[in-house]
């Protein structure tokens, strides 16, 4: 079964930058390259939203407030998706989550604290 675990957030100023890490296990590889990984993100009393996804050609998309600033990337031999985000703004602080879809097969991390404050 997928495992997927977050890594990465934390404090940064307005204007700051940060880089997401999704790693996965309990597939192998192969099977990890099929899969359709996306980033949400959700704040406080917000409902969660799409953050970027990239399918398992590496086509891209973004969210409007998102798009510019960041960039979503994966390295299928490690099994991760990442997620770089500049510029940000005090209003992009949220839990950020992964997911990892593939058919039937929907799994979510546990999430990953962004904060952005001076």
């Known amino acids: 079964q997928v495992q997927l675990v977050e890594s990465g957030g934390g404090l940064v100023q307005p204007g700051g930058s940060l880089r997401l890490s999704c790693a996965a296990s309990g597939i192998g590889t192969a099977i990890y390259g099929l899969y359709t990984m996306t980033w949400h993100r959700q704040a406080p009393g917000k409902q969660r939203e799409l953050v970027a996804s990239i399918t398992s050609g590496s086509v891209t998309n973004y969210g409007d407030s998102m798009k510019g600033r960041f960039t979503i990337s994966r390295d299928n031999a490690k099994k991760s998706v990442y997620l770089q985000m500049n510029t940000l703004k005090p209003e992009d602080a949220a839990i950020y989550y992964c997911?990892?879809?593939?058919?039937?097969?929907?799994?979510w991390g546990r999430g990953t604290q962004v904060t952005v404050s001076s």
């Open positions: 997911n990892g879809r593939l058919g039937s097969s929907d799994t």
